[in-house]
């Protein structure tokens, strides 16, 4: 019984086994949300009713190929959180 209790599928052992698991997956998950956070600001400033153009210029000349081969295009800061 005390084998059980130590090594058994829900023992000491796969309990922790199971913690490191879900550590690693509530890391994932908080990457992914920032990855879509990300990918939502970008969405927003592309919205065709409140576009920001800076950005609508910077991803027309990068598609189009108008970028001329001397200009660097530098990213827009990110805004600080509160």
Known sequence: MGGLAI???SGVFAWSDAS??????EARIAQLQEQRED???RVDA???DNADPD???EMMRRN???VHPDEVILPKPQ???R
Do not use: E, I, S
């Open 55 to 57: 950005m609508v210029v």
């Open 20 to 25: 490191k698991a879900l550590a690693q997956r």
């Open 79 to 81: 805004p600080q959180p």
């Open 7 to 9: 090594a058994g599928p």
């Open 39 to 41: 990918l939502r600001q």
């Open 64 to 66: 189009l190929n108008v």
């Open 46 to 48: 592309l919205d065709p």
